[in-house]
C-alpha cells in the first residue's frame, strides 16, 4: 500500500508540473492541459506501479498495457470533466480543482479499476503477507 501510494504522489507530481507549464508557461486552455498532464501522469504511474509497487517483472503483455490505458484514459476524461466543473464553470482555482478532482476519482474509479483490472494478481495479496512490501532506503525507481 505505501509503494502505491508513493508512486501515485510521483505520477501526481508529474501530472500538476505538467498542468502547471502547459496552462501558464504554453498558456494551454485548462481543460485540455488537465487531459494531457493527468494522461502523462498515467503512464508514469504505470510504470512506477509495475516495476516498483507492484514488482510486476512480467514482460509487457498487450492486455495489460491496453487495460491500463482504458483506466488511465478514463482517469483523465474524469479529471478534466472535474476541473472544468469546478474551475471553468464554478471558478475554482485549477491547482485547487485538481487536487479535488485527483482525489475524488482516485478514490471512486482510478484505485478499484487498477486493483481489479490491471494488477489483479498484486492485489490479491494480503497487506503486509510479504514483507517486501515495506519501503526500505536502498529500495530503488530501477526499471529492471
Given at each position: 500500500m505505501?509503494?502505491?501510494g508513493v508512486s501515485g504522489l510521483i505520477a501526481t507530481s508529474i501530472d500538476v508540473g505538467a498542468l502547471v507549464v502547459l496552462v501558464e508557461v504554453l498558456g494551454s486552455h485548462v481543460t485540455l492541459a488537465a487531459f494531457l498532464a493527468s494522461t502523462l501522469g498515467g503512464v508514469t504511474n504505470f510504470l512506477v506501479n509495475k516495476?516498483?509497487?507492484?514488482?510486476?517483472?512480467?514482460p509487457f503483455e498487450l492486455r495489460q498495457v491496453s487495460l491500463y490505458a482504458f483506466v488511465s484514459l478514463i482517469t483523465?476524461?474524469?479529471?478534466?470533466?472535474?476541473?472544468?466543473?469546478?474551475?471553468?464553470?464554478m471558478l475554482v482555482p485549477y491547482l485547487w480543482a485538481k487536487a479535488i478532482a485527483?482525489?475524488?476519482?482516485?478514490?471512486?474509479?482510478?484505485?478499484?479499476?487498477q486493483s481489479k483490472l490491471v494488477f489483479p494478481s498484486a492485489g490479491a495479496?494480503?497487506?503486509?503477507?510479504?514483507?517486501a512490501d515495506s519501503l526500505s532506503l536502498d529500495d530503488s525507481l530501477a526499471l529492471e
Open positions: 505505501v509503494r502505491v516495476y516498483w509497487a507492484f514488482r510486476d517483472r512480467s483523465a476524461a474524469f479529471v478534466a470533466a472535474t476541473i472544468h466543473l469546478l474551475a471553468v464553470v485527483a482525489g475524488l476519482v482516485f478514490v471512486v474509479w482510478t484505485y478499484p479499476a495479496r494480503e497487506p503486509g503477507a510479504d514483507p
